[in-house]
Each structure stands twice: as structure tokens, then as C-alpha cells.
């Protein structure tokens, strides 16, 4: 536009690459694999990437999240990812979030209290958030005795979380509020590759909406 009007005299974004995304998804599990995967876990490991996979957190996010962030315990709970925490953590953007917690994600956060009790980190006992690097010798261990190649990393987890969700017609963009996203376009940009359920329901409407207008 800007040469054809003569405002430039050559095109400077030629030499310029752009970012499109993967051109594939990293591994996640299928919405089926679930129950397996956490069966090969080992029992602090299960609790871990239980709740993971029911909130869609980021490892870090979930090994920083305090009891202070739980909010409605006992009627509709949910958690409040806050920007910064204790020891000098800072969530992903330092942005705020909430996620309102599922029937399974209550359930481990149950799990949770009953094992290291409700005084401090809901997903362990120290002093300060988990190392991330932690999870990663017990995940890669659950995916080696199920049997699963390539293995889910613990980033996977949390991909899992969104493609069930995806599965389950969730509109993107709320899928992209769940997750924390900068905007939608990054959701978009990173579950491309995927047919969720509410472009199956919405070709589906067409076809009904043809045939109607055929009849």
C-alpha cells in the first residue's frame, strides 16, 4: 500500500521473518489418558499434576499458589493467580487471574490438605515456591511406566488442561482468561493445529441451516 502510493520506495519488511507458532503441538494427554497417566504417578506427583491438569496452571503458578489464594473453600472455589509472591516470585505477564476450580480440582485440592496440610503452599511444605525442575524427574518417570513416547512434559500438563477444555466447545477466548494468555491470539496461535468441539457444532449448524434453506 505504502509503495503503491509512493510513500516508500522499497518494501523494508522483506528481509523480515514472522513468528507463525509451532508448526505443531508439543505432547499433551488426550482427555482419555488421564486417569492412566495419574496412576503411574508417583503420590505427591499425582496431586501435583492433578491439579494441573484440571486448572491449567502454569508449574510455577502451581507450585507458588498459597492457601491465602484460595478463595469460597467450601462453596465454589476458586484460586487467584496473584502477579507476585512470597521470596521474590512473579507470575508469567505479573498478571491476576482467577480460576474457578472443578469438582476433580477441588478434589485434589483436598488431596493437597490432607498431605501437607492448609498453612502456607497448598502443594508442598517449604519455605519458599517449589523449584519447577522438581516435577520433571517424577513426570518423566510417569510417562516412562505408562508407557508414553514422546513424553508429556510438565508444560504438557497444562496443555492438556486446554485441549479437553477446547474438546468441550469453550469459547477461545475464555479458554485464553483461564490460561492467563497475553490476548487470544496466542491461544489461537497455540491450539491451531487442534479441531475443538465448537468448530465441529458450528460446521454442523451450517450443514443444518443448508439443508433447511434447500428444503
Do not use: N
Not at 99 to 120: H, I, N, S, Y
Not at 140 to 162: F, I, K, N, Y
Not at 190 to 204: K, R
Amino acid at each position: 500500500w505504502a509503495i503503491e502510493r509512493r510513500y516508500l520506495g522499497a518494501d523494508i519488511t522483506a528481509h523480515l521473518v514472522a513468528d507463525r507458532g509451532p508448526a505443531a503441538m508439543r505432547p499433551y494427554l488426550e482427555p482419555a489418558q488421564w486417569d492412566t497417566f495419574l496412576a503411574h504417578c508417583r503420590p505427591a506427583h499425582r496431586v501435583r499434576a492433578g491439579f494441573i491438569l484440571e486448572t491449567g496452571l502454569r508449574a510455577g503458578e502451581a507450585l507458588a499458589l498459597r492457601w491465602d489464594w484460595v478463595q469460597g473453600w467450601g462453596q465454589r472455589p476458586s484460586v487467584r493467580v496473584a502477579a507476585e509472591g512470597p521470596a521474590g516470585w512473579r507470575s508469567k505477564g505479573r498478571r491476576v487471574r482467577a480460576v474457578p476450580l472443578t469438582a476433580g480440582a477441588q478434589g485434589w485440592l483436598a488431596a493437597a490438605a490432607e498431605r501437607w496440610g492448609t498453612d502456607g503452599y497448598v502443594l508442598h511444605q517449604g519455605a519458599r515456591p517449589l523449584f519447577t525442575g522438581r516435577l520433571l524427574g517424577p513426570q518423566h518417570l510417569a510417562c516412562e511406566q505408562m508407557g508414553l513416547a514422546p513424553h508429556v512434559d510438565t508444560h504438557g500438563l497444562r496443555r492438556s488442561a486446554a485441549v479437553r477444555w477446547l474438546s468441550m466447545g469453550l469459547p477461545l477466548d475464555t479458554i485464553s482468561r483461564l490460561l492467563g494468555h497475553s490476548s487470544v491470539l496466542v491461544t489461537e496461535q497455540s491450539y491451531a493445529g487442534l479441531a475443538p468441539g465448537h468448530l465441529a457444532d458450528a460446521m454442523a449448524l451450517v450443514e443444518r441451516r443448508a439443508a433447511q434453506l434447500g428444503g
